[in-house]
């Protein structure tokens, strides 16, 4: 078996409970549509291109650039003022990302239960599990995006909604927010720009124990998981394709008020299900938020000019449970200008 153990347990650890500006509805699903893809985005010329966040410390800025997920595959963006901030840029400054720490005897021995934690129990299928209506809708959307693959009818609904969500993202042309970082990182190379990528160490003092965890979750949560994944891809095409093009153009007031359902909260939600797995989850999460804020202010201190990369979800967070990167850099002090 090659899968390592962090992409679960990371899944687990970093399914982020982040707030959003559109919260998930419970609106019947409407009968699936016919696939299809987005249309090209392209910006050019004298398009404004994405807004950027600036954040100040004296005569110091950092440049914040937000992506939104997901965004079609072959989106072509040209942002003279994203390329003219990398030039003066001494550092530009990625997504944090966690790694949770996992020894290797560790990975070895926690083989068959991570299996285990993967299936369904007692050998059921998704048949089994699901309401005759949603499997109905799986049976659609799996012939369409996964075709067939026997083994995906055994995973739980949660981990049969990850591999809808990613089948489905290729057949559709659609990727994540890497595209942007991507070409950010390329243009940081071009220029000679240093580029840093912040990282959080999660510990995992007992994963055994975060496996026997994940494996409580399973019930109505875990199908609704499913179910809002599958929503996605028979209803939302649309919204997808209208914050694509308002990430392009900088539009920030349709971006924040789009009703497109996410799925991230709604998963996340099975997960909480568990006390010791939601508590974990939190330590995750503000780590994260930890490791990225410390990055940023070390950049603010250092540096005249840096430029960020940030999911616009994550950068927004600011709940009870959870200050974000703009939250805790307000808190802090630091003059923080919204784009226009």
Known sequence: MNKPI??????????????????????????PSDATTLDTVTVTGEQPGPGMWKVSKGDHVLWILPTVYPLPKNVTWE???????????????????????????????????LMSAE???????????????????????????IGRDNGVERKRPILAAQELNK????????????????KVEATAKKDRVRIVEPKASIPVDDPGQLIRDFKTTTGDLDAKCLAITMSRFENDMHLMQERANAWAVGDMQTLKSSPLQQVRD????????????????????NKMFDAWTAEAERALDKNATTLAVIPLENLLVDTKEFKGPLARLREKGYTVEEPE
């Not at 659609?174 to 991507?182: A, E, I, Q, S």
């Open 266 to 285: 709604r998963c996340a939600d099975a997960l909480r299900s568990n006390e010791r797995l939601s508590s974990t989850m939190n330590a995750a999460v």
């Open 6 to 31: 962090p992409t679960l347990l990371l899944a687990m650890l970093a399914c982020a409970p982040f707030a959003y500006a559109d919260p998930p509805t419970d609106q019947p699903p409407t009968p």
């Open 79 to 113: 942002s003279k003022q994203v390329d003219d901030v990398i030039a003066q840029s001494q550092e530009v400054m990625a997504n944090v990302t966690g790694d949770p720490e996992i020894s290797f005897f560790h990975k070895l021995t926690l083989l068959p239960s």
């Open 119 to 145: 299936k369904n129990p007692d050998g059921k299928t998704l048949k089994d599990v699901l309401p005759p209506a949603e499997y109905e809708r799986w049976t659609t959307l799996k012939a369409r995006y």
């Open 167 to 182: 089948k489905a993202m290729e057949k559709l042309n659609l990727v994540g927010n890497n595209m942007v970082w991507d």
